[in-house]
């Protein structure tokens, strides 16, 4: 359990969150081209060709950027979302296993927060600093319960471990004794990578928000940054409440891969049922509803984590 | 990586800051001054728990510290906000008359 | 030897970052090279053997520097540094006041006669730590969360700008608060 991944995971990590990415965005493509008829499936490949555009696409620029800022902020986007999910276990072993896993996991999370918000700042543009600011709200507004969500996760393993917390759930997933944390990370998975209902950030309504200016291969990396922190926000579900590799028949590394996809076709579901939500909406549900749920649940899985010894 | 070096990279974090909370007018750059001093204080208490005495007294000291920062951050901008909103005021210098 | 490259590259780039913050003229440079810079002394941190502490001060001082980069931008005249102009006051006395400070602390951290360490760092910091605030030092952790409670109560009360009875009327009694946007539940 303990020991970790050879060295070419390092390579591989990337890589396959990158794939990841791309089919669950393929499959989104898919999902919004079934309401148009028949020969959906043939948009699967969308995501790729749209990369492809953006790669040779003639890059915009606007007066006065920072661009040098900008930059940075965009390429953090994709760069916490790898190393996010450095920590993930793929099958049951991660790639390293620090003693502090889980809150690396947010250390990061945290990260790209920060780093939209430079992405809205460098184009000097008002939409994209509207989008930017957007995020900080929506973030204040995910980050407190999704905290709570993974302290609970850590809680019932008695570890901050991400091993341990797999190893925790060799008999009973967390899943079946924290349902709320369980959906509180589900909901943050999509808050963090600002998607679906939580696509407030880069809404229509102000042009794009902090994407607005940003194109050819800027544009590439931020909104594929964006699918790789969903990826790696799902991948995480995994081992914190799902149980990891652990299952019958099946080897550990495909029930991780099985799972993950599950995740990301529920959080895709979920896109696809829910409007986008305002994130001073969104505040307000956070911090009256799930802060409290979620601290009830902590307290709960407290008790029973004392009265188990 | 001895203590002596990691006392000295605090020190100069810590002078760093103290010019900046010094010089600075604008109220907010002075509390970024603030929060590298208190950097500072943090490598120094890591380096002295490392390097003379491993307890976890030490790291007490480190969640103080961080916990100072959080404090200092959140009611200096509230203060700010409420010096802005009453008088337009963010510099330092514009605020000296509170003395009286 | 890759130890001690790496605590020098970590803390030339915490000091290098620390002075830009002051020279730059935009304030979210100037906020991003803070942020750097504390990051760079949560990996020392880290480095020195406190990986939970190293990496909460990464969590904590990236969520505090994005929003200390929103009241940068909103207070300066000059956010985006596109017309350099400078906000200093007391340039000199300052600079001799910390040069002397940093000789001053230069001179005792290197002629001090350090004591010997006395024990060893244990297995796992991060449960020594969780042990101790839950034991011995119990009071001092409550004292944190009774000061951390006090201060979210005292900048709401500070930079808030309507209070309830802007928003239920002089006698508390409107049955639905006077609010410019619906909030998520419904009130």
């Known amino acids: 359990m303990a020991e970790t991944a050879p060295l070419w995971a390092v390579v591989v990590l990337p890589l396959a969150l990158v794939v990841l990415a791309g089919v669950a965005a393929g499959a989104d493509a898919v999902l919004s081209a079934a309401h148009g008829g028949a020969g959906a499936w043939r948009r699967a490949a969308d995501p790729w060709r749209e990369a492809v555009r953006l790669l040779v696409q003639q890059p915009r620029r606007t ?3 920072d661009r040098w800022l900008g930059r940075i902020g965009i390429g953090l986007v994709p760069v916490a979302a790898v190393l996010a999910a450095a920590v993930v276990p ?7 296993d620090p003693a502090v896993g889980v809150v690396w996991f947010n250390a990061m999370e945290a990260l790209a927060w920060a780093a939209v918000w430079l992405a809205g700042w460098g184009p000097n543009s008002a939409f994209s600093l509207v989008g930017g600011y957007r995020f900080l709200a929506q973030g204040l507004a995910y980050e407190l319960p999704h905290m709570l969500a993974l302290t609970t996760a850590a809680l019932g393993a008695e570890s901050l471990r991400v091993g341990a917390v797999v190893a925790a759930q060799r008999g009973l997933w967390f899943v079946v004794w924290m349902p709320v944390a369980f959906a509180v990370h589900l909901l943050s998975a999509a808050a963090l990578a600002f998607w679906g209902p939580f696509a407030h950030p880069l809404g229509r309504d102000v042009a794009g928000g902090a994407a607005a200016e940003w194109s050819g291969p800027d544009r590439l990396v931020l909104l594929a940054g964006r699918w790789l922190l969903l990826a790696a926000g799902a991948a995480f579900a995994v081992p914190l409440f799902l149980g990891g590799g652990h299952g019958p028949l099946l080897p550990a590394w495909l029930w991780t891969v099985v799972k993950t996809a599950a995740v990301l076709a529920a959080l895709l579901g979920l896109r696809h ?18 802060v409290p749920l979620t601290l009830l649940q902590a307290l709960v899985v407290a008790v029973v984590v004392l009265g188990r010894r | 990586m001895t203590l002596e070096t990691t006392l000295l990279v605090a020190a100069a974090l810590f002078c760093v800051g103290l010019f900046g909370a010094l010089t600075q007018q604008s109220v907010v750059m002075l509390m970024m001054g603030l929060e590298l001093m208190l950097g500072g204080v943090i490598l120094g208490a890591a380096g002295v728990w490392r390097h003379l005495s491993p307890t976890a007294d030490g790291q007490v000291l480190i969640v103080l510290a961080v916990t100072v920062m959080a404090v200092e951050m959140a009611v200096g901008f509230a203060v700010v906000t409420a010096l802005f909103r009453t008088r337009e005021a963010d510099m330092t210098d514009m605020a000296a008359e509170l003395r009286e | 030897m890759f130890g001690d490259v790496v605590f020098w590259v970590l803390s030339a780039v915490a000091v290098a970052a620390g002075v830009m913050v002051f020279r730059f003229d935009s304030m979210a440079r100037a906020t991003y090279a803070l942020l750097l810079s504390l990051l760079c002394v949560g990996g020392l941190v880290v480095r020195l ?30 956010p985006a540094g596109l017309m350099p102009m400078s906000m200093l006051h007391n340039t000199k006395g300052a600079a001799v006041v910390c040069g002397g400070l940093f000789v001053l602390l230069a001179a005792g951290i290197v002629l001090a006669p350090w004591p010997h360490r006395r024990g060893r760092p244990g297995d796992d910091a991060t449960r020594a730590l969780g042990e101790s605030l839950m034991g011995p030092h119990m009071l001092t952790m409550m004292t944190l969360g009774l000061a951390l409670f006090a201060t979210i109560v005292a900048t709401v009360v500070l930079a808030t700008r309507r209070g309830r009875y802007d928003r239920f009327g002089d006698a508390l009694r409107a049955p639905r608060a006077d609010d410019p946007a619906r909030g998520g539940v419904g009130r």
């Open chain 1, 63 to 65: 007066r006065a950027a």
């Open chain 3, 49 to 78: 053997g406190l990986d939970y502490l190293g990496v909460v001060i990464v969590l904590m001082m990236t969520v505090e520097m994005a929003l200390m980069a929103v009241f940068m931008v909103m207070y300066m005249m000059n």
């Open chain 1, 90 to 96: 793929w099958g049951l072993r991660p790639v390293t």
């Open chain 1, 273 to 290: 049922l829910v409007p986008t939500v305002r994130m001073d909406r969104y505040m307000e549900v956070a911090w009256l509803v799930l």
